[in-house]
Structure formats: structure tokens, C-alpha cells
């Protein structure tokens, strides 16, 4: 091989001249066939080289790539594995038909999980860029981009709120008594009874049998749990509906920025303390997820309460329902649609085998939610028992399993305030890293709008100074007494199942039929060296679209207006805000296609041809093979004599 000579810019590229028997037919080096493609470096320290900035001249810094790749497979198994792998699917599991549901989940799993995920890890990987800039792959569709960018930002927004009640908690459980398990606060009402004896008031004659001292069946019926007060009185010191704000909690406020404040010095470096701070984040929720389920296991009433979450229930696998739980808690588990995974994926080395990650990473993902139902059955079996009621009146799902269901059941234990700080720990943990991988995506789509321009030494300390200070300013609304009643529209509207399905929707159908998925295969066999299995290929254009767009008309026919508790109805100005929040991403994809098509010359073919056109990065120059096309290649150079891009054609 022969280099010529070039200026270190971002658009030197190599003139080469490869002699046959060096060359594979596609273009690879002969090394390829081996299993490992060989790059052609052009820029000393290329892509795919060591970790850490790397320079690519003209003051443009190349991306900097994780230390070492498990920092990547522990980022990614921080951000997927969070909160709704503990609190959602074991609730779903048990209300689906138990074992059953695990039939329709893996299925899904395999269609429609595994195909995005990989394809979001892999486009950013061979794209090196965040969320908006990876769809230069095809510029007319750039509105994904900035849709996930909308969808990340109130994910990052509202989703800090549980790590803020967890912090909570986790403060209050440094009692001697927990202050959720007596009636004697200044937070209670005369309605609050502490134990609760159902099986003998089963009898509606026995209405004012006493039970208990001065405690009747008929004031059973009416009674309220002490945990249940402590959550909406002091917690949330809930107030009448939407409309009525109220004052904020200042204890609240300050659990709140300490949590912001965590956050914004995990992101701060960019993936070099991100990837060291998520082995611990990552892996010590599993070290009490195995303590809490030994101690689980011994306590009476624990075998009933597993036997009751993986128990099948056959009849179950007919109702449309249980099909379309499982999918929607694919898309929440893994992440997909948020751009999260694509940025942690453009930190890569560009030859790093990130097929086989993808299957990695989905065990880790699945596995968790399948264990950690085990250690909620058991407690909740525990807990059932010792109220003489049945799992069904005490099994929930969501904040109602981590603030009110949990926090009863160790208020029930040996050593309560142990078990609770241990448990609130795990959560705040669990949130944690989820929330911090969130931001990084955001800020890292936000950066890569300005490679070079407004450059600045701080300038990711600023941007991600920025986003928390924003995410706070907003987050303010949520530790008032009407909190709870806007994190609910945002949890119900902004990153609901809707619009993570309409996303993922579109990007398998740009990615297969606008870019084209055999190129997009040949494009990961150049990165790792082999062609995936083509059931990914089939997945991305046909099966997974197929999935997506079946599970969102199912939510959008079977629509129900939001409520809290089942009780109060949202006035219909708040549904009005909840949908603007949802379709402020939803239509960021066609009213950005609409309007770059509106601005481009020529008839519709010329137009749609020239915004397809792939954009590509510096990066591209070092690792695509000389068989790529060359003008594409030539359209990253200014267009000066000393940039001037030059490919040899192979002497076959």
C-alpha cells in the first residue's frame, strides 16, 4: 500500500492501490476473511484505534471511545435495567397468566426487541454520532432524531422525580421506627388503623363486631394504612386535582436537587466517569436484589406468593391484551426509541462486535425482570399472609409497589429499618444510572450539532450544566402539592408507548427501505467483520414495523382519558397539554420530511434523491472499502485543492 501525502483534516482520505490477491471481493481486506476486518487508517489514531479524544485536525476533536468495551456493556445494562424491570414486569407476569406470559414476551423479544436495539447500538456505532446527527444516514428523515431528543429530554425530566421519592424514603428509613408504619404522626388521620384483620369481618352482618379495641368491622371497611398516608400526605401532600397547584415541599425540593446534583457529576466528563461509575451503579442492585430474595424466601408465605407469579393460567394467551402488555414492556425495558443507545453505541470502536452484544445485553435485560419477580412475589406472598388476605389485594405495579406495597411489607419484618434503607438503596441505584445514561444521550445529540463550532474547554460541563439546571426548573412543578397529578400527564402522555412505538416504527422503515437493509447489513459485516443471522434483515423490514404499528393502533383504538386512582378525571385542558407533549415528537418525523422536501429544487425524484444521500463522517474515509461510492465520499470535502478527495480503483 502507498499513502500519498494530505493535510490532517477530517477529509483526508488514503489513495490507495491494492493489488488482487489482497482484496476480498467486496472490498475488505484479506484479513477479513478470517472473521476481523482490517481498517485502512488514514488519520494517525483513527475510530476505531485506542480510547480516549482522539484529534482529527481543523479543530475538530475526534469522538473519544469507552476505556474498555465492558464500560459500554455496563452502560447499557445501567440505562436499560431500571426501575420497570422490578416494579412493572412481575405485576405484568402475574396479571397475564404467570408462566404463560413469558411465551408472548420472548417471542416479542425476538421480533421486535433484539432487531431495534441492535439496530440503534450498530447505526450509532458506524455512524459515530448522537441521536440526530446518526440519521445522516438519511438526511430527509433527520426528524427522527430530533423526535427521540424531545422524548429523551421528558424522560430525563420526569423520571428523576421516583429517584427523588426514593431518596426520600431512603432518608426516612434511618429510624429506630419507620415513620410509614404507625399511626401516630402528625400526617395521619383518624381513619388510619395499623393492623388489619379481614378474615374476621368476611361476614357483612358483623358490621359493628368489635375486632380490635374501639376498632369495628365497619370502621375496617373505611380505614386507611398508615403507608398509604404517609405516601399522599406527607410524601406528596396531594392536593384536589391538576388545577390546584399548592404549595411546594421543600424536603422534597432539596431530595430532588441532591439527586440532580448526582447526576450532573456522573455525566459531567462524557463517557470516561460515566464508564467507571456504572460498575458500581450497575451491578450492586443485583447484590441486594440476591439478599432481598434470600431473605425473602424465609419468610412465612413466600412460597404462596411465587407460586402465584409464575403459576400459567393458559386461557390467558387468547386475550389480545396480554400480547400487547408484552410488547409495550419490551419497548419501555430496553430503552428503544430514545437515543440513548444509539449515542452510548457511536462511543464504540468502529469494529467492535456489537451483534453479539445486543444478545448479551437483552439476557442481562429479560433475565433481571424474570428474577427480580421472584423477589417481589416472595415478599408480597409474606405480606398476604400476615394481613389474611389474598396476593391479588395487595400486588401492584409501579410507584404503588415501590411506596406503598414494599414499604408495608418491611414494615412487617425483623429489623425494618434495615430492610427498607437496603431496598430504597437498590432504587435509588437502579433510577440512577438510568437517569444519567439519559442525560449523556441528550447532551451528547446536542454537542454533535456543533463539532466545531463555539468551541470551548468546558464546553460538556456547560451543556450538561445546562440541561439539569432545565430539567430542574421544570421538575419544581412535581414537588408541589399538585406534583403528582403532572408527573402523571408526562408519565401517561410524553414517553408513553405511543410514541416509543411510532419511533421505532420509523426507523426500521429508514433504515430498511429508505437506506436500504442489505446495505445496512454489508455496512455491519465491514464493522464486524461477518454478516448477522438475516432474520435481522427480515425483522427490520417487514416483522418489526408489522409489530410496532399493530400494538400502537391497538393503543390508540382502546385510548382511555387519564385518570389517578381510578378516581379523579383529568380536566380536558390537561389531556389537551398531555397530547401536545406526545405529538411534540410524534410529528417532528413528517413535518421535518414535509418541510425539507418543500425546500429542495428539482422534481420530486431529484429532490428525493439528493436528502437521501447519506452524509458521511470522517471515519467512513478510514474504514469503507474503495468499492464505496466515491461522490458520496467526495461530498465531505470543501472543496479545495489541498482536500481534495482522490480513490484509486483496485488493480483486479
Not at 207 to 221: E, Q, V
Not at 557 to 568: E, G, I, Q, S, W
Request: charged share 15%.
Amino acid at each position: 500500500m502507498e499513502k500519498q501525502g494530505l493535510p490532517a483534516s477530517s477529509c483526508s482520505v488514503v489513495l490507495l492501490e491494492e493489488k488482487k490477491s489482497h482484496l476480498l471481493p467486496n472490498g475488505h481486506s484479506a484479513a477479513a476473511a478470517n472473521g476481523s476486518l482490517v481498517p485502512v487508517p488514514a488519520v494517525p489514531g483513527g475510530a476505531g484505534g485506542a480510547a480516549g479524544p482522539e484529534k482529527g485536525g481543523a479543530g475538530y476533536p475526534e469522538r473519544e471511545t469507552w476505556t474498555r468495551q465492558m464500560d459500554f456493556i455496563m452502560s447499557c445494562v445501567g440505562f436499560a435495567v431500571g426501575l420497570g424491570n422490578v416494579w412493572r414486569f412481575p405485576y405484568l407476569c402475574y396479571k397475564n397468566g404467570g408462566g404463560v406470559f413469558l411465551i408472548p414476551y420472548m417471542l416479542i423479544v425476538f421480533v421486535g426487541g433484539i432487531p431495534i436495539f441492535f439496530l440503534e447500538i450498530a447505526l450509532g456505532q458506524f455512524m459515530k454520532a448522537g441521536s440526530i446527527n446518526v440519521w445522516n444516514i438519511a438526511p430527509l428523515f433527520k426528524g427522527l432524531g430530533y423526535a427521540s431528543m424531545v422524548i429523551v429530554f421528558f424522560c430525563n425530566t420526569y423520571y428523576i422525580m421516583v429517584l427523588a421519592w426514593g431518596f426520600y424514603y431512603f432518608i426516612k428509613s434511618f429510624n429506630s421506627t419507620l415513620p410509614w408504619s404507625t399511626c401516630d404522626n402528625e400526617w395521619n388521620t383518624p381513619s388510619c388503623i395499623e393492623i388489619f384483620r379481614h378474615p374476621d369481618c368476611h361476614n357483612g352482618s358483623l358490621a359493628n363486631t368489635t375486632i380490635l379495641p374501639n376498632i369495628t368491622c365497619g370502621d375496617l371497611a373505611d380505614g386507611r394504612s398508615p403507608i398509604i398516608e404517609f405516601w399522599e400526605n406527607k410524601v406528596l401532600n396531594i392536593s384536589s386535582g391538576l388545577d390546584e397547584t399548592g404549595l411546594i415541599n421543600w424536603e422534597l425540593m432539596l431530595c430532588l436537587m441532591a439527586v440532580w446534583v448526582m447526576v450532573y457529576f456522573c455525566v459531567w466528563k462524557g463517557v470516561k466517569s460515566t464508564g467507571k461509575i456504572v460498575y458500581f451503579t450497575a451491578t450492586f442492585p443485583y447484590v441486594v436484589l440476591i439478599i432481598l430474595l434470600v431473605r425473602g424466601v424465609t419468610l412465612p408465605g413466600a412460597y404462596d406468593g411465587i407460586m402465584y407469579y409464575i403459576k400459567p393460567d393458559w386461557s390467558k394467551l387468547g386475550e389480545a391484551q396480554v400480547w400487547i402488555d408484552a410488547g409495550t414492556q419490551i419497548f419501555f425495558s430496553y430503552a428503544i426509541g430514545l437515543g440513548a443507545l444509539t449515542a452510548l453505541g457511536s462511543y464504540n470502536r468502529f469494529n467492535n462486535d456489537c451483534y453479539k452484544d445486543a444478545f448479551v445485553l437483552a439476557l442481562i435485560n429479560s433475565g433481571t425482570s424474570f428474577f427480580a419477580g421472584f423477589v417481589v412475589f416472595s415478599i408480597l406472598g409474606f405480606m398476604a399472609a400476615e394481613q389474611g388476605v389474598d396476593i391479588s389485594q395487595v400486588a401492584e405495579s409501579g410507584p404503588g409497589l415501590a411506596f406503598i406495597a414494599y414499604p408495608k411489607a418491611v414494615s412487617l419484618m425483623p429489623a425494618a429499618p434495615v430492610w427498607a434503607a437496603l431496598f430504597f438503596f437498590m432504587l435509588l441505584l437502579l433510577g440512577l444510572d438510568s437517569q444519567f445514561v439519559g442525560v449523556e444521550g441528550f447532551v451528547t445529540g446536542i454537542l454533535d450539532l456543533f463539532p466545531g463550532k463555539y468551541y470551548h474547554r468546558y464546553k460538556r460541563e456547560i451543556a450538561v450544566a445546562i440541561c439539569c439546571l432545565l430539567c430542574f426548573i421544570i421538575d419544581l412543578s412535581m414537588v408541589t402539592q399538585g406534583g403528582m397529578y403532572v408527573f402523571q400527564l408526562f408519565d401517561y402522555y410524553s414517553a408513553s408507548g405511543m410514541t416509543l412505538l411510532w419511533q421505532a416504527f420509523w426507523e426500521c422503515i429508514v433504515v430498511a427501505w429508505v437506506y436500504g437493509a442489505d446495505r445496512f447489513m454489508d455496512d455491519i459485516a465491514r464493522m464486524i467483520g461477518y454478516r448477522p443471522f438475516p432474520w435481522m434483515k427480515w425483522c427490520w423490514s417487514f416483522i418489526t414495523p408489522c409489530v410496532c404499528m399493530g400494538i400502537f393502533l391497538f393503543h390508540l383504538v382502546n385510548y382511555k382519558p387519564l385518570t389517578y386512582n381510578n378516581v379523579y378525571v383529568y380536566p380536558w385542558w390537561g389531556e389537551v397539554i398531555g397530547w401536545c407533549m406526545a405529538l411534540s415528537s410524534m410529528l417532528c418525523i413528517p413535518v421535518s420530511v414535509l418541510y425539507k422536501l418543500f425546500r429542495a429544487k428539482g422534481t420530486f425524484k431529484e429532490r428525493w434523491a439528493h436528502l437521501t444521500r447519506p452524509v458521511w463522517g470522517a471515519h467512513h474515509l478510514e474504514y469503507m472499502a474503495p468499492d464505496t461510492d466515491i461522490k458520496s465520499l467526495a461530498s465531505l470535502s470543501p472543496g479545495t485543492d489541498d482536500n481534495k478527495v482522490i480513490i484509486f480503483e483496485s488493480v483486479m
